[in-house]
């Protein structure tokens, strides 16, 4: 059975508050097809500080949620190990119906400080509002639409802005 290990750091960056980040490329983990299910395991590493990954069902910081959520069967649900050191789910994506790309957010607690991963939508913030020709027409003075006037952004084109995700291929 594959097993992919991240490290998980703290990072302290000047002006900024402090956050978690999930030490890959890009925070980008790409899983390839298997016909056996694969472990993911986040390991959390902060030298001379006391810390452990929040329980997955924490109601007020999870240490793991899915911010895209996945289709069932995909992933086993979060489990924590190693006295809060690491979350593990297993990836069981065996079948091209399973190929996607989700994005998850992480929560620590460090020496009693909750600290998570960032997240950035990796969608256009340049979405213009969506109105109906009806909505338009009451709204306007002549009831002439120009559908050039509006702007809909449609599909799923995420650019990964830094963000925790797991891209199954």
């Known amino acids: 059975?594959?097993?992919?290990t991240l490290p998980v750091k703290l990072i302290a960056r000047r002006?900024?508050?402090?956050?978690?980040?999930?030490?890959?490329?890009k925070s980008?983990?790409?899983v390839s097809r298997n016909p056996r299910p694969?472990?993911?395991?986040?390991w959390l590493q902060?030298?001379?500080a006391s810390?452990?990954?929040?329980?997955?069902?924490?109601?007020?910081?999870?240490?793991?949620?899915?911010?895209?959520?996945?289709?069932?069967?995909?992933?086993?649900?979060?489990k924590v190990g190693d006295r809060g050191q690491?979350?593990?789910?297993?990836?069981?994506?065996?079948?091209e119906e399973k190929i996607g790309t989700w994005f998850y957010r992480l929560s620590a607690t460090i020496d009693g400080v909750v600290y998570r991963t960032r997240f950035t939508s990796p969608y256009s913030a340049r979405v213009g509002a969506l109105r109906s020709s009806r909505m338009l027409a009451a709204t306007t003075s002549t009831s002439t639409v120009t559908s050039s006037s509006l702007t809909l952004?449609?599909?799923?084109?995420?650019?990964?802005?830094?963000?925790p995700t797991i891209k199954n291929r």
């Not at 002006?15 to 490329?25: K, S, T």
């Not at 690491?86 to 079948?95: E, G, K, N, Q, R």
């Not at 952004?153 to 963000?163: C, F, K, L, V």
Request: aromatic share 10%.
């Open 153 to 163: 952004i449609t599909g799923n084109d995420p650019q990964s802005a830094g963000n």
């Open 51 to 78: 810390g452990r990954f929040n329980a997955p069902d924490d109601a007020i910081s999870p240490g793991f949620l899915w911010i895209s959520a996945p289709f069932p069967g995909i992933f086993s649900p979060p």
């Open 28 to 30: 980008i983990l790409r």
């Open 15 to 25: 002006g900024q508050p402090p956050f978690l980040v999930v030490d890959v490329p």
């Open 1 to 4: 059975m594959a097993i992919h």
């Open 38 to 42: 694969q472990t993911i395991r986040w």
């Open 46 to 48: 902060h030298p001379g």
């Open 86 to 95: 690491s979350i593990t789910v297993l990836d069981d994506h065996d079948i």
